[in-house]
């Protein structure tokens, strides 16, 4: 059997999504993970709303978030995902909101979609659970 991969496997999750190029960990280009590989966004439809929902999905509290496009952060290096990516604001992944399809796009590298979120990052607190020894 002969299988043909956009770019290296990693150990990425199906829709898990990471921002890249930005100085700070809470801003950069917005990458998700399909089939095991990172791939881009591109910026054709890319407003405040889905930017909304990759910060919710990064863990950001959902004060506010800045949407930027034509590769703000940079041209990436990645093959693309996603395009006419169009989110209401409450979904809670960016694979809940509507797209064109899995690498059905119209652009290149050079409209990669970012994020700017604004807001807590929310740490996960794990929940210890006392049990009486017998």
Known sequence: MLRCYLGP????SDGEVRLVGGVL???????????HVWGSICDDLWDHSDALVVCRQLGYTDTDSI???KAHYGRGVAAIHLD??????????????THAGVHVH???????????CIGELLLEIPTIMMVEAS
């Open 9 to 12: 496997v990693t150990n990425c």
């Open 106 to 116: 119209n652009c290149d590298t050079s409209e990669d979609a970012g994020v700017l």
């Open 67 to 69: 949407a930027f496009r």
């Open 84 to 97: 006419d990516v169009s989110c209401v604001g409450m979904e809670r992944t960016l694979l809940e909101c």
């Open 25 to 35: 960990p809470n801003e950069g280009n917005v990458q998700i993970c399909l089939s």
